[in-house]
C-alpha cells in the first residue's frame, strides 16, 4: 500500500505585528500629547497677541477693548513682560488723556505724567470747583466719565488726593483746609465711582491740604496750581530695568 505524503502547513511569522502595533500606539501618543501643547501655546500667543494688537491699534481710543475700557494686564503673565505692558498701557493711556484735554479746552489746568511710581492726572481746582466750594462743577463731569471709562477697567489701585494753597479757611462749610481738601477728594472719588463706574475696592482718597505744595505759595498763579485734585493710578508691577 503506498502511503499518503504528509502534507506539513506552514505558518507565517506574525511576530512582528506585536511591537509594530506597540510602535504606532506610541507614535499616536505622541502626536496626541504634541497636538495638545500646540493648543496650549496658541492660547498663549493669542493672549500676547491681543495685548499687543491693543497697545498698537491706532483706533479713536488707545488700548480700547469691545466695551469701550481699557484693557486689564494678564496676571498670568511674567514680571517682565507684565511691567512691560503695563508701561505701554500707561503710556498710551497718557497720550490719549492729552488728547481728550486738549479738545476740550482744559490744556492749561490739567497735566498728565507718567513717572516710575504711576500714572498721575493733576487737576487744578479751578476746572472742577467754585471758590472755596467742594461741589463738582458740571462743566467738567463729561471729561471725569471719560477718564473713568479709561480707568475702570485696570486693577490698579487708585488715589484720589486733595490739595491747597496755604491761605487758611474756617466758615461754615469747612474748618480747616484738610476738610477743604478732603471733601474735594471725596466729592471727585464719589462721583467718578457712581457715575464713572470705577470700582470702589481700587479706589481711595488722600488729603494734604496745604502742607504737599507743588510750587510756593508766594504768587497767586502758584497758589492756583497747587490748589489742585491729582487721580493717581498706582503700578503694580516695578518699572523694567535695562
Known sequence: MRKK???????????????YSDMLTLLVALFIVMFAMSQVDKAKLQK?????NIIFSGG?????????????????????SASSLEQNTMISLKNTLDKEISNNGYSGHIKVAVNKDGL?????AIALFA????????????????ISAML???H?????????DNKPINNSKFRS????????????????????????KNVSIQAYGEYNPKYDNSTEANRAKNRRVEIFVARKYPVATK
Open 177 to 200: 483746609n484738610w476738610d477743604l481738601s478732603s471733601i474735594r477728594a471725596i466729592n471727585v472719588m464719589t462721583y467718578m465711582v457712581n457715575s464713572g463706574g470705577l470700582n470702589p
Open 156 to 164: 490698579n489701585d487708585i488715589k484720589i488726593a486733595g490739595y491747597t
Open 60 to 80: 479713536t481710543g488707545i488700548l480700547q477693548s469691545d466695551s469701550g475700557t481699557i484693557a486689564s494686564i494678564d496676571p498670568s503673565s511674567s514680571a517682565s
Open 48 to 52: 500676547v497677541s491681543s495685548q499687543f
Open 5 to 19: 505524503k504528509e502534507h506539513s502547513e506552514e505558518h507565517v511569522d506574525e511576530s512582528w505585528l506585536l511591537p
Open 152 to 154: 475702570k477697567n485696570l
Open 120 to 124: 498721575d492726572i493733576s487737576i487744578e
Open 131 to 146: 471758590s472755596g466750594d467742594a461741589s463738582v462743577l458740571k462743566n467738567v463731569t463729561p471729561l471725569l466719565l471719560k
